[in-house]
């Protein structure tokens, strides 16, 4: 099956995008460089096409119990305007289906930004979950209507006071809807990201995204970045991908315990959603694995532990490696792993198997460069 | 020396005429009695952002097809083959460093290693740069 193509390639392919295929789709991989893409979002801002995510809008009366059997995080403390924080969606093993946020348009009226390859999956998800329960609600896939940019960096503020003064008032996690961006008419702007950075992100109709993304890279220099740097950020920033971190598959993957995501993704007092008999049981167990971060020794400083790379200590394998890439800020190869918690003792050496010799990398705490605080 | 612009499936590569070149994207530059051996302007544009190298030890003993280094990219990790049987003479410690010369120049200060040829013979196998062109062309 040929991978679909997002509706600006062409003006992608015009600014110099190499592209590649992630999750089915056809996406701009980088434009120049990701090292320089990585370091514009960390020091000055870039923006990234990320149509390829889904977009879906979930409607009607028994919307918020829909979402509170789904998702982990109490649902309803998100105040309308504001996006949830990041939650996760778990099957009855509790294993990861998706990390998604939330949008609260309203009490009856949601928005969700599903991960491209779970987005099929959620659809279904929902719509049958919402059957089963007899739940008065719509699960519309708006994924081909909008397009999605996010603007990332420390100086995407200052952009974004260019183009208004609205939305760069926005606190974070907070939304407006029909907003004007410079002359771009857009549907919906937010304070948010997936780069541990400030920034914004953005859904517009294909015509005025087109426009937003041109205004955005022709007048305020700001540096497209393709999806390459976009998973070098998100593995720096500690942030969690499905293939990677988490799975559906409880053979393959740990419970979602073991992801130690934070953020209050998971909230311990909630009660009844789907998943959560399991969770607890695997809180009772005590974790088995705990995701950690790995950074390289100097001496080893580029040598890349990828995923799937076995961790050491002692001549033991004690944990694999579920990303990993060379973090352009700190000149090191880094990772996250999953490491067996009788030796994901944070600060301690550990080795990693790589091409059949050892190196020593050093078990860190996420996230593995500094970020500004939210 | 001369410089060609080829058009590849995803980007304009550029070849250098003088050289030799591998089916493996490899490039060599006969230098009386020793080959100097990098990798293509078509291959460092694969790869990308290249951040490691790992490189063979001075006096080793390579045999052709052997691979004797290991280039790190942000993307991926890619082995480098020698293309002639002989003895490392010289290896560019300076890409332990600064990889990036080998996206920033392939064919110059990005060259990785050399080698003192035992048959000179194994240069008739290697690829003109038109031959070249014709196999990276789209």
């Given amino acids: 099956m040929a991978a679909r193509s997002i509706p600006l390639e062409d003006l992608h392919r015009s600014i110099g995008a190499s592209f590649g295929e992630f999750a089915g789709w056809k996406v701009p991989m980088s434009y120049t460089s990701t090292l320089e893409e990585h370091m514009a979002v960390r020091k000055d801002v870039g923006v990234f096409d990320i149509s390829h995510m889904g977009r879906v809008a979930v409607k009607g009366p028994d919307a918020l119990d829909l979402l509170e059997k789904i998702y982990t995080k109490k649902i309803s403390k998100t105040k309308t305007g504001f996006l949830s924080g990041p939650t996760l969606a778990l099957n009855t093993h509790a294993r990861v289906k998706d990390d998604e946020m939330l949008y609260r348009i309203s009490d009856d009226e949601w928005l969700l930004v599903p991960n491209a390859a779970a987005r099929e999956a959620m659809i279904r998800h929902l719509k049958s979950v919402a059957l089963q329960e007899s739940y008065s609600v719509e699960v519309i896939d708006h994924t081909s209507d909008y397009s999605m940019l996010a603007i990332q960096g420390p100086r995407a503020i200052h952009v974004m006071e260019k183009l208004s003064k609205d939305a760069a008032s926005l606190k974070p996690l907070e939304f407006q809807v029909n907003v004007t961006l410079g002359t771009a008419r857009v549907f919906l702007v937010s304070r948010s990201g997936w780069t ?107 040598v890349i532990p990828r995923q799937g790379t076995k961790v050491v200590v002692e ?57 500004p605080s939210k | 020396m001369r410089r060609y612009e080829v058009e590849t499936r995803d980007f304009v590569a550029v070849i250098v005429d003088e050289l030799l070149y591998t089916e493996t994207d490899e490039w ?75 996206n920033k120049d392939p064919y110059g200060d990005g060259w990785i290693f050399a080698v003192e040829l035992s048959d000179p013979g194994e240069l008739e196998d290697l690829m003109s740069h038109e031959r070249y062109a014709e196999k990276i062309r789209k």
């Fill in chain 2, 28 to 102: 060599v530059r006969v230098e009386n009695g020793k080959a100097r051996i990098g990798i293509t302007d078509y291959a460092q544009k694969m790869l990308k952002d290249i951040v490691g190298v790992e490189l063979p030890e001075k006096g080793s003993r390579v045999k052709r097809g052997d691979s004797v280094a290991i280039l790190e990219s942000v993307k991926t990790v890619a082995e480098v083959y020698s293309p002639v049987t002989g003895t490392i003479v010289e290896v560019n410690e300076r890409l332990l460093e600064e990889p990036e010369l080998l």
């Fill in chain 1, 196 to 302: 541990g950075e400030d920034g914004f992100e953005v859904w517009a109709r294909h015509g005025d995204a087109r426009k937003l993304l041109e205004e955005l890279v022709s007048r305020y220099g700001v540096k497209p970045a393709g999806i390459a740097a976009r998973d070098t950020l998100r593995i720096e920033a500690g942030f969690v991908l499905g293939g990677h971190e988490y799975g559906e598959d409880p053979t393959v993957f740990p419970c979602a315990v073991s992801l130690r995501y934070g953020l209050g993704a998971i909230d311990w007092s909630k009660k009844g959603y789907i998943g959560e008999p399991a969770l607890r049981a695997c809180r009772r167990e005590g974790a088995r694995w705990v995701r950690v971060g790995i950074v390289m020794k100097k001496k080893h400083a580029r």
């Fill in chain 1, 315 to 371: 001549g033991i394998d004690v944990g694999w490696v579920t990303s990993g890439t060379f973090s352009p800020v700190i000149g090191r190869g880094v990772a996250q792993a999953y490491v067996d918690s009788r030796y994901a003792l944070i600060g301690e050496t550990i080795e990693v198997h790589v091409r059949g010799r050892l190196y020593e990398a050093k078990i860190s705490e996420f996230p593995l460069v500094p970020l």
